[in-house]
């Protein structure tokens, strides 16, 4: 069983920068894809970054381009998300997703609150 659990959330102010970390446990860590989504209050969740489970492709969402980075360190078991230039609109809870084929394991989600 593949347990994720994120750290790093918390309370920044706008332009201010935020790490986003997620411990992956229980099973073969580089056969997964590992993404991150957020949802806001009131919104769905969306897709926000992923990285294929050698870390040599990226993938964002166009709202975060440029502002954010994923990485993952696959010795460590662990995913990483480097957030940049943060926004009011980045407020939400963000999860970690482990993806392996139909397959997606969801972390608990860590909170994410920028302000104005």
């Known amino acids: 069983q593949v347990q994720l659990v994120e750290s790093g959330g918390g309370s920044v102010q706008a332009g201010g920068s935020l790490r986003l970390s997620c411990a992956v446990s229980g099973r073969t860590f580089s056969d997964y894809a590992m993404g991150w989504f957020r949802q806001a209050p009131g919104k769905e969740r969306e897709f926000v970054a992923r990285?294929?489970?050698?870390?040599?492709?990226?993938y964002y969402a166009d709202s975060v381009k440029g502002r954010f980075s994923i990485s993952r360190n696959n010795a460590k078991n662990t995913v990483y998300l480097q957030m940049n230039s943060l926004k009011p609109e980045d407020t939400a809870v963000y999860y970690c997703a482990a993806e392996k084929g139909a397959v997606t394991i969801w972390g608990q989600g860590t909170q994410v609150t920028v302000s104005s």
């Open positions: 990285i294929t489970w050698s870390g040599r492709s990226t």
